[in-house]
């Protein structure tokens, strides 16, 4: 019990460590906030949140604590209750240690920015949203913190205004997050009216929850997320600011949709139709993303691409029902995705804004540090040995290989791990080796502890954080003992293939001509038509359809109220009125003079 205690002290403690810098200016109307304040607020909560970590591996205890109950109704009472368990607790840190470094690396990437210390407030307030979501215990909170996370992405993909491609992204990504909502607020209502509770681990028996509001919360991971179907709006946020990207895609709100799924996984665990829908969709958005990202040449694209591949294959570990290397997953992904993210934006930085990789080359030796960690970040992302997604991927892909649930879906996955060693290398190679490429190499200096430190903190959690994880989260579901060599050597295969294929293309490159325009070329380099598709044909129609309906309306009233018709029939009443008044009678022609001089003379005296 005084484990408990001091399990859910120290938490609270950490969130309100975080929140402290955005609630002094509230209070205290003189306290200027800083970029310095705010990093060293992250760094002390992280040192807080390592301590609880700590107690829940040393004693595997859970824990639930409820603070505040809202009765919102005689059947419904919502209490403020946070759930300490292995997930939140394990994420606590990782998401801290991850946006520590981003923040330190912002001070100087948006060192010139004359609303850096607004900026920083906003990149709080999303890491709190988001911690908010990962220890929420009811759908009440976890909806609260679901909704900051969107509303913060608009606003933080939308931070350049005066761009119009920052705006429609950040616009994109409201809107494609607002159909994933529509699946939540529609789930949560049937659980509502069903259960009376919105407590998570209360809200459904495993044996008899139906696939509807099942559907609706895929819906909500689809949209969060960047599954096939909702994705566009995962590249089109790399119009942020690269920190911005960085968080966004490392440990916050793209992960938010497999975190939800894996929360409710008891629900999921006994409906084989939702596993499979998870399943499918997980394979088919990971190969999806690893098509578009092998002709990309915006290396934040890449990246972003490879996020989504990435994001595919959580999905497809949750359809496996092995929600315990989802989040495995998630855990490794966090550290060399925001690396990645945090060497990119050194180099665009370092060559004034320049983001087009085939005018890159021989940053090697120009920038040694950054290029060395965007290589250890490569290597993890394809599942190198001994790297962090190497022991998240393995176990991933050997649980594929000894399954038969859906082998198209199976095949899918594996083609797409393949491609991820391809567009890795690609980039790496078009970035870091050959001639220089840029009209005139400008003055370059990486050794700003603001850039370095940071990167090469996150390349040691790249190196070290896979072992770290693995040892603290093992799968609840035995896995197979014996195993084939080949089962258990396809990482390895399919890495070596795709980096020999990657080496071909670029070969290819370098002594061919350029290739002509086909169809498996376009295809990934217009990102599967979906754009074009989706994105033109759609709005176009409604905006025709609704401009025809106005138009007729329009037309409509003037023609029948005002126009022709509307006068034709005026003159058709006034003519019936005055056929009434002329029927020929004395009476009522001595009626009318009567009344007209009685008006005339009331009106004159």
Not at 304 to 324: E, H
Not at 480 to 500: A, D, N, V, Y
Request: hydrophobic fraction near 45%; charge should be positive; glycine fraction near 6%.
């Amino acid at each position: 019990m005084e484990t408990a205690l001091l399990m859910s002290t120290l938490v609270m403690l950490t969130l309100m460590t975080i929140l402290m810098p955005l609630l002094l200016p509230l209070l205290l109307p003189k306290y200027q906030n800083s970029p310095t304040t705010i990093v060293y607020a992250i760094k002390t909560a992280l040192m807080i949140s390592l301590l609880p970590a700590a107690m829940h591996v040393h004693s595997g205890s859970d824990n639930i604590t409820s603070h505040w109950e809202w009765k919102f109704t005689t059947n419904l009472k919502i209490p403020l209750s946070l759930k300490m368990d292995q997930y939140s607790l394990m994420f606590l840190p990782i998401a801290l240690f991850v946006t520590w470094s981003i923040l330190q690396f912002a001070t100087w990437y948006m060192a010139e920015d004359p609303h850096i210390t607004k900026f920083f407030s906003y990149l709080l307030t999303f890491l709190a949203t988001m911690l908010l979501l990962t220890i929420a215990n009811n759908m009440l909170l976890l909806f609260i913190g679901w909704e900051g996370v969107g509303i913060m992405s608009f606003l933080l993909i939308g931070w350049w205004w005066g761009r119009a491609e920052a705006n429609t992204a950040a616009l994109q990504a409201i809107l494609y997050n607002r159909i994933g909502d529509i699946g939540l607020i529609l789930s949560m209502a049937w659980i509502a009216l069903t259960t009376s509770t919105w407590e998570i681990q209360q809200t459904f028996s495993p044996h008899q929850a139906p696939t509807l509001p099942l559907l609706g919360l895929i819906l909500a991971a689809t949209g969060k997320s960047a599954q096939f179907g909702l994705h566009p709006w995962l590249p089109a946020a790399m119009e942020g600011p690269t920190p911005v990207s960085a968080l966004l895609h490392s440990s916050t709100m793209v992960v938010a949709g497999i975190f939800l799924l894996i929360r409710i996984h008891p629900m999921l665990n006994n409906n084989q139709t939702a596993l499979s829908i998870c399943l499918c969709l997980g394979a088919l958005s990971t190969l999806f993303a690893a098509t578009c990202a092998l002709t990309q040449n915006d290396i934040k694209k890449i990246i972003a691409f490879s996020t989504s591949s990435q994001l595919g294959l959580m999905m497809v570990t949750i359809g496996l029902n092995l929600p315990q290397l989802a989040f495995l997953h998630i855990s490794t992904h966090a550290f060399f995705k925001a690396m990645l993210f945090l060497c990119a934006g050194s180099i665009i930085h370092n060559l004034n804004g320049e983001q087009d990789i085939r005018k890159m080359g021989g940053l090697q030796k120009i920038l040694p540090t950054t290029t060395s960690c965007l290589t250890i970040g490569n290597l993890a992302l394809t599942g190198t040995p001994f790297l962090a997604g190497f022991y998240s991927k393995d176990l991933i892909i050997e649980n594929l290989n000894t399954s038969y649930l859906n082998t198209w879906a199976l095949s899918l996955t594996l083609l797409a791990t393949l491609f991820t060693a391809t567009y890795s290398l690609r980039m790496t190679l078009l970035v870091q080796t050959g001639f220089t490429r840029t009209p005139t190499i400008p003055t370059m200096n990486e050794n700003n502890p603001m850039i370095t430190n940071p990167i090469t903190r996150l390349a040691l959690g790249s190196i070290l954080a896979g072992l770290t994880i693995t040892t603290y989260i093992t799968p609840t579901q035995t896995p197979p003992m014996t195993m084939s060599p080949l089962t258990k050597t396809t990482t390895m295969i399919l890495t070596t293939l795709g980096i020999i294929l990657a080496t071909e293309l670029s070969t290819m490159a370098h002594t061919l001509s350029q290739p002509k325009q086909n169809t498996y070329l376009n295809f990934s380099s217009t990102l599967g038509y979906f754009n074009l598709l989706m994105h033109r044909p759609n709005p176009t129609k409604v905006l025709n359809n609704g401009q025809k309906i106005a138009l007729h309306l329009t037309d409509l009233f003037w023609y029948k109220k005002a126009g022709p018709e509307g006068l034709a029939n005026l003159q058709i009443k006034m003519s019936k009125t005055s056929t009434t008044l002329h029927t020929g009678l004395i009476k009522a022609y001595l009626g009318s003079f009567a009344l007209s001089t009685i008006l005339i003379l009331s009106t004159y005296t």
